[in-house]
Each structure stands twice: as C-alpha cells, then as structure tokens.
C-alpha cells in the first residue's frame, strides 16, 4: 500500500477526534469506550474526492480504528444499510472542504479501502453488511472475498487473525482462508478472506432440526432432522483443527490436575453454586489425584456453534478472528484440546435448553424432556466424531473415563465463565453471528 503525506495540524487533529468521536457513538452494539477521541495517527488510503483516512485514535482505555470517507459536500452516499444521518460532520484538508462519513458502511467507498488493502481493482462488486458488531464489521464482495475491519486494535498482532493464518499454513481447509490481512505499524486492522459457499449457521441449524423434533415429538433420532450425522461431522472438523494447531505451534504435556485446581478456582470465583452439583466434586476429586499429564496446545479458544458453518463442502470454522481474545491482548495459554470440545458440547446444550424455554416458557408442553434428549443424542455424536479422526488419540488421556470427567470439568468451567457475563458466552453470543 503506498502511503500519501498528511500533515496532521493541531486543527486537523481536533477536527478527526470529533468525528471519530461521533463515529464510536453512532454503532449501537458497540460497548461506550468513554472520553474524546485523541488522534495518534493517520493513513491516507485514497487522496482526493472520494477520500480515505485510516485512523488510530485512543478512546478513553481503547484504542479506536476508524476509515473515514471524504466526500465533496455535493456527492451522493452509497449507504449500506440505512443510517438518519450518514454525515459525521466536515472536515478541510489540502484538497478543500469535505464532508466525513464512515466509509466501512458506505458501498463504493468501502471498495475504495478494499482495493487499498488488497491492491486489486474492485469494479461492480455487489456489496453487503453480513454483521456489524464490536469485534468486526465484516463486508461481502459478491462472490470475490469477505472483508473484516476492526473497529477497536491493540498494539500488537491480534491472536485471532494470527490463529486464522496459522491454520491455513498447516494444511486446514475447513475455514475460510485469508486472502490478506491488513496490518500497519505492527497492529492488525483487518483480514479478507475467501467466500464461502452456501453457509448455513451452526446455530441456526441446531435450532431447525430442534424444532422439527418438537413439530413430530418423537424420538430425536426420528425427527426428519436429526442432526446427529451434522453433529458427527462437526467433531471430526474439531478433531482435523487440532491436527493442524499441533502442526502449527506444537505441543507440550500439563498436569491435569493443576487444569482442574485452576477451573475450580474459578468456578468458586464466578458461580460456586456450580460446585454443588451432583457428582462434581468427586470428579474434581478424582482427577486432582490422577497424577496424570495431558497434551496442551493452542486451541480455538471460544468454539461454539455460532462460530461454525455448513457449507457445501462441509463444515467449516466461520468467524474471522478465532477465540474472541480482546485486542492487544497476549495469545492464550497451551490448554486440553478437551477444552474446545466442552465448549462445543456445552453449546449444543444451550441451544437445546434455549430453545425449549423460548417456546414452552410454562412448560406444559413437555418440551424440556425433548431437548434434553436431542442434546444428549447430539453430543454423543459430536464426541464420537471427534475421538474417531485417527492422530487425535495422542492428543487425549488414553482411558476414555478421563476424558469424559475432564471434558465435564471444562464444561463447567465453561457455564461459569458464561455466568460471569450475565449468561452470554466468552467472545461473542452463542447464537447467530
């Protein structure tokens, strides 16, 4: 990408904090940083009318990444989804008046930053908001690729988008793999990716074959759509992920019993009425007297159903930054691949038990026991499909009693950390998205 000077006048400085201000205020699901936006750098990405400035301001403790448009007062917006007031306000450069508008959400200045990023003409390229939420506003281009801003970056790389890219290096086709990721001063700005195709949400599909077995009311396995072969099939795209992290970064062997301390630990710290359960303390017990040691590795880190896909060649990982880790902070720590495997499970009990309330609140329609079953059908299946891949045995306690305690130790972990942010998941929902 090849840079344009920009002289940055104390002027412009406070012009740009006041419209990055605005700009931070004006997206509804993103959380209130606090204070005035304080300009540390620009980037001019397309001198002229249409203009684009990057910049990086701090935002109260945040650091804020903002693409503002520069438009001629006169010129029409080509807004993507409907905003009151697509103006942030004017802005006055060497070139003359403008007026600022954010160029992510606007169709033909969004191709402007994408041919910047990418450096590859965009011409009559369809356009469309697939999400716009904290951790990324993602853009479709037609059939040709994915592009993900982040609004909000730290100083260094971003985990996720490194996880992605080391994925795609070992050999791991069930994603959607980075065609460049857009980085500047050692921050990473954004990713574009390949399309998918066809892609049914994890989510969205769990819930469809959930309410077909509530339309017959039969046996799960009867329902015209039982997901266990879905279900299947997703453990063993989990399994081929951890194949390809161990090519990726390696592994090295832990105490289980300092994992269990640590969940336990938290679980007291965040909802200790979890440890009450029947059966839990025996299995901590058990397990903190194993002197066993397990595989550790990078993993996921956040896996659950609404961070997967269906597509026409199967399932894939869909989310653009893996494992939801906040900006600027340090990769993860190594932990059990089971980790990722109880966040999974602990996903299709939720979707189980969500939906069952959402539609039989009062429970007389006996719609609790069904979803239970489908959910305990499923994760079965899951669990099957992920310890059938050969190669994931070396990555698991060999006695299978072990992995189902471990795996039910780190689902609790899950539940706790879930209670922790008023009953939604680490990273994002574990719904739709």
């Not at 997206?27 to 001198?47: C, F």
């Not at 697939?130 to 971003?158: H, I, K, N, Q, S």
């Not at 050969?390 to 990555?395: F, I, N, T, Y």
């Amino acid at each position: 990408m090849s840079r344009v000077a920009f002289e940055l006048t104390d002027e412009r400085r406070r012009s740009l904090g006041r419209l990055v201000t605005l700009l931070v205020g004006r997206h509804p699901t993103w959380t209130p940083a606090g204070g005035r936006a304080e300009v540390r750098e620009v980037e001019v990405l397309a001198p002229g009318r249409p203009g684009i400035l990057d910049v990086i301001a701090a935002v109260g403790r945040r650091t804020a990444h903002a693409v503002l448009g520069l438009r001629r007062p006169e010129d029409p917006h080509h807004l993507l989804r409907a905003i009151e007031e697509p103006v942030l306000g004017a802005f006055e450069d060497a070139v003359g008046a403008a007026v600022a508008v954010d160029a992510v959400l606007d169709g033909e200045l969004a191709g402007i930053v994408l041919q910047a990023v990418t450096g590859t003409p965009v011409d009559g390229e369809p356009v469309a908001v697939l999400r716009d939420e904290e951790d990324g506003v993602t853009l479709a281009f037609g059939d040709r690729c994915t592009f993900t801003v982040f609004p909000w970056v730290g100083e260094g790389p971003r985990p996720g988008v490194e996880l992605l890219v080391a994925l795609d290096d070992a050999g791991f086709n069930h994603l959607a793999a980075p065609i460049a990721v857009w980085r500047r001063g050692g921050r990473d700005l954004g990713v574009v990716q390949e399309p998918l195709a066809g892609p049914a949400d994890g989510w969205a599909l769990a819930l469809t074959s959930l309410r077909d077995l509530y339309g017959t009311g039969g046996p799960a396995e009867d329902a015209g759509g039982d997901f266990a072969p879905e279900a299947r099939a997703l453990g063993t795209m989990t399994a081929r992920m951890h194949l390809a992290l161990v090519r990726a970064y390696g592994r090295q062997d832990a105490w289980v019993s300092d994992w269990v301390s640590a969940v336990e630990a938290r679980v007291r710290r965040h909802d200790p009425s979890l440890l009450e359960t029947e059966g839990v303390a025996e299995t901590m017990q058990a397990l903190e007297s194993s002197y066993l040691q397990a595989p550790a590795l990078r993993t996921h880190g956040d896996f659950h159903l609404g961070r997967t896909a269906r597509t026409d060649q199967g399932w894939v990982v869909a989310d653009c930054d893996p494992g939801g880790v906040a900006p600027g902070s340090a990769a993860p720590d190594p932990r059990s691949p089971l980790a990722d495997v109880a966040d999974m499970l602990w996903s299709l009990h939720h979707v189980a038990a969500a939906s069952a309330a959402e539609r039989d609140p009062g429970g007389r329609l006996g719609l609790s026991a069904l979803s239970h079953a489908w959910a305990a059908r499923n994760r079965r299946a899951f669990l099957g499909g992920y310890l059938g891949i050969p190669g994931v045995e070396a990555l698991v306690p060999s006695d299978r009693e072990v992995v189902r305690k471990l795996a039910a130790v780190f689902e609790l972990d899950h539940a706790a950390r879930t209670a922790a942010v008023g009953g939604r998941p680490g990273g994002r929902d574990n719904g739709p998205g």
